[in-house]
């Protein structure tokens, strides 16, 4: 079980933290990631990162001004979001992997509820 939280309304340049709490068979995986899907449009990969805190990846996007790490200790992994910009409004969801994932969207196993992010100009 992934869940997910922290997302809120903040101004043009803001910040948030998302946090997701991995539970149960999501804390036996090895890549944690962070996905975003806005209205009309499909989700997209945002970040990854594996457990052993190794082999980050960001979208070209976001690189820059969001950074996640995890906390092996509280099966937590984080997205410090900054800069936020309008483009940033998405519903974001983590995502966990049982295999070593390099970069990219392909191979997540379990999915959370999302978290929503509004981004006002």
């Known amino acids: 079980q992934l869940q997910a939280s922290g997302g809120g309304l903040v101004q043009a340049g803001g910040s948030l933290r998302l946090s997701c709490k991995a539970s149960?068979?999501?804390?036996?995986?090895?890549?944690m990631g962070w996905f975003r899907q806005a209205p009309g449009k499909e989700r997209d990969f945002v970040a990854s990162?594996?457990?052993?805190?190794?082999?980050?990846d960001y979208r070209d996007s976001v690189k820059g001004r969001f950074t996640i790490s995890v906390d092996n200790a509280k099966n937590m992994v984080y997205l410090q979001m900054n800069s936020l910009k309008p483009e940033d409004t998405a519903v974001y969801y983590c995502?966990?992997?049982?295999?070593?994932?390099?970069?990219?969207?392909?191979?997540?196993?379990?999915w959370g509820q999302g978290t929503q992010v509004t981004v006002s100009s």
């Open positions: 995502a966990a992997a049982r295999t070593f994932i390099v970069s990219g969207p392909s191979g997540y196993d379990y």
């Open positions: 149960g068979r999501t804390s036996i995986t090895y890549t």
């Open positions: 990162m594996w457990w052993s805190g190794g082999n980050t």
